[in-house]
C-alpha cells in the first residue's frame, strides 16, 4: 500500500521545469489576443441583445454561479454605463490580458482576468461558442493556477518575482496530460464508432461543410482515393493517443503527427484559433523535456533564472 | 452518444449504454432539481474548468448543417434575399455554430427568439423592408460520388418565420 501511494505520488508529482508553463503561457496569449482582435468588428453583434440573455437564463438553468457577461451588465445599468460601452470594455480588458500573458506581465493577474472574462464571453455567446472556447477555458483554468510565472516572463526578469510554489509544475503538467489523454481518446472512440471515418465520407463531408469549406470541392474531389486512409489515421491518432503519447519511444512521432493533424485543419477548415490552441496544449503538456525525471528544480530566489 | 445517435456499434449494447447514461446522470447530479446546492456545484465547477461538454466533434459523423435564408420584402414589391452576415471569417464560424443551435434545438418558442433576433439585425441593414421571411433549411452533402455526377449541396425546408416590422419594430439596442 504505501508503495503504491509512493508511486502515485511519484506520477502525480515528477520533477518538472517551468518550460512547459512558458510554453503554455505565450501560446495562451496569443490565441486569447488573437481571439479578441479576430472579433473586434463582431463583439457586440455576437454578445448584445435577446441571443445573450437567452443564452444566459438558460446558464442559470445550471447554475447561478457561472460568470457570464450578464452580471456586469446589469451593475452597468445601475449606474446607467451603456451595454456596448461595457463589452468593448470587456473585449479590451480581454486584449490587455491576452497581451500580459505573451510577454509575462502580470502573468497571475493576466492569467485569471483572460480566464474569467473569455468565459464570462464563450458562456453568454453559448449559442455561437465552439469546441475551441472550451480548450481555451481549458488552457487557462490550467494556466491560472499553475506556479506563476515562468523564467521566461517578464515578472521574473524585470520584477524578480519567483513562483511561490514550484513543486507544483509537474502536477499540473500531468494534470494538462491526462485531461489531453481523455479528450482525444474519447473525440477517436466516437469517430470510431461512426461508419463515415472509415470509408472516408466524413472527410470529404467534414471538408466541404459551409463554412469550413475553404477547399474547392473540385480540387477536393482529385483526392477522394485519400480520404478513407485520413479518416482511419486520424481516428488512430486521436483513439491511440494516450497509448501513442505515454510511450517514450512513440511519444515524439506522435506529438508532431497530432500537431500535423492541426496544422491540416487549420488550413484546409480554416479553423485557426482551434487548431493553435490544441497545438499550445499538446506542445505545453508532451513537448520534450516533460519527463526528464532528473532535470533540474528551478531556483527558488531572485536572481537564479539560470538555474 | 452511443446511447442516442447512429453509430456502428450492435443494438444490445445501446441497452447498456442508455444505461451508463443514466447512472452517469445521477452521479453528475443532473437528475437533481436545478437548485440544489449540489448539482448548482457541480455545474459550476464543470463549466469554469471547460469540461461541461463531450469531446466528439464531427462524431460519429459529420452532420449536414443547417442555413438560414431572409427574404425581405419591400413596399415597392420589390424580393431581396439576404444571409446573416458578419464582418470576420472567425465570427462566420460562431455564426455557423449559432444555426447549428437554431437548427437543432427541439424547442419552437427558443428557435423563433433566435431566428427573430437574426431577422431585427438584417432589418437594421436594410430599414425599408415593410416584412422579413425567415426560412430555416438543412443542408444535404452531397457524396463524392453524387458529387461527381454533378450533385451539389440541397436544401430541405424546415421552418419559415414571417415577421412584420411595421407593426413591431425593433428596438435600436437590441441586435
Not at chain 1, 521545469?17 to 486569447?32: C, F, K, M, N
Not at chain 1, 471515418?197 to 477536393?220: H, K, Q
Not at chain 2, 443514466?22 to 449540489?38: D, H, M, R, V
Not at chain 2, 466533434?57 to 431581396?80: C, I, K, Q, S, T
Request: charged share 20%.
Amino acid at each position: 500500500m504505501e508503495t503504491f501511494r509512493k508511486r502515485l505520488l511519484e506520477f502525480l508529482f515528477p520533477p518538472e521545469t517551468d518550460h512547459y508553463l512558458a510554453i503554455l503561457r505565450v501560446g495562451l496569449g496569443v490565441e486569447v489576443t488573437l481571439y479578441s482582435l479576430s472579433l473586434r468588428n463582431d463583439w457586440i453583434y455576437l454578445l448584445s441583445g435577446t441571443v445573450r440573455q437567452l443564452a444566459e437564463a438558460l446558464l442559470s438553468l445550471e447554475s447561478h454561479f457561472i460568470p457570464r457577461l450578464g452580471w456586469f451588465t446589469a451593475l452597468a445599468g445601475q449606474v446607467e454605463v451603456d451595454e456596448n460601452r461595457l463589452l468593448f470594455a470587456a473585449w479590451a480588458f480581454l486584449l490587455v490580458a491576452g497581451c500580459g500573458l505573451l510577454i509575462g506581465l502580470f502573468s497571475r493577474v493576466s492569467a485569471i482576468v483572460a480566464w474569467f472574462l473569455h468565459l464570462c464571453t464563450a458562456k453568454s455567446g453559448g449559442f455561437a461558442s465552439y469546441g475551441m472556447d472550451n480548450f481555451v477555458t481549458i488552457g487557462l483554468f490550467y494556466l491560472m493556477l499553475s506556479p506563476l510565472p515562468d523564467r521566461f516572463s517578464l515578472d521574473w526578469r524585470l520584477r524578480d518575482l519567483r513562483a511561490k510554489d514550484p513543486q507544483f509544475l509537474g502536477f499540473w503538467r500531468r494534470v494538462l496530460q491526462l485531461h489531453l489523454c481523455v479528450v482525444y481518446f474519447f473525440s477517436g472512440l466516437a469517430k470510431c464508432l461512426g461508419s463515415g471515418w472509415w470509408n472516408g465520407s466524413s472527410v470529404w463531408r467534414a471538408l466541404i461543410r459551409p463554412p469550413f469549406n475553404v477547399i474547392d470541392p473540385e480540387i477536393l474531389v482529385r483526392w477522394k482515393n485519400l480520404f478513407p486512409l485520413a479518416g482511419i489515421l486520424i481516428c488512430v491518432l486521436e483513439f491511440g493517443y494516450p497509448f501513442g503519447i505515454w510511450s517514450s519511444r512513440t511519444r515524439t512521432i506522435w506529438l508532431f503527427s497530432v500537431c500535423a493533424m492541426h496544422v491540416a485543419i487549420a488550413v484546409t477548415m480554416g479553423m485557426y484559433l482551434f487548431s493553435l490552441v490544441m497545438i499550445v496544449l499538446n506542445l505545453a503538456a508532451f513537448a520534450p523535456g516533460g519527463f526528464r525525471a532528473q532535470r533540474k528544480q528551478i531556483g527558488l530566489q531572485p536572481g537564479t533564472a539560470g538555474a | 452518444m452511443v446511447a442516442e445517435g447512429p453509430t456502428i456499434v450492435p443494438a444490445w449494447f445501446k441497452n447498456i449504454s442508455q444505461k451508463a447514461q443514466t447512472f452517469f446522470s445521477i452521479a453528475l447530479g443532473k437528475k437533481l432539481p436545478p437548485s440544489n446546492p449540489t448539482r448548482e456545484a457541480l455545474n459550476t465547477y464543470a463549466n469554469v474548468a471547460g469540461i461541461e461538454t463531450g469531446y466528439g466533434y464531427f462524431a460519429p459523423n459529420v452532420p449536414g448543417g443547417y442555413r438560414l435564408v431572409f427574404e425581405l420584402h419591400y413596399p415597392d414589391g420589390r424580393v431581396e434575399y439576404a444571409l446573416p452576415s458578419v464582418k470576420s471569417e472567425a465570427a462566420g464560424l460562431r455564426i455557423a455554430d449559432l444555426l447549428e443551435n437554431i437548427g437543432r434545438t427541439p424547442h419552437d418558442s427558443m428557435r423563433e427568439i433566435l431566428v427573430k433576433t437574426l431577422a431585427q439585425s438584417v432589418w437594421r441593414e436594410h430599414p425599408d423592408v415593410e416584412s422579413i421571411r425567415a426560412i430555416l433549411g438543412s443542408v444535404t452533402l452531397p457524396s463524392v460520388r453524387e458529387f461527381e455526377h454533378g450533385n451539389r449541396e440541397s436544401y430541405e425546408f424546415l421552418y419559415a418565420y414571417d415577421f412584420s416590422l411595421m407593426n413591431q419594430p425593433a428596438k435600436p439596442r437590441d441586435r
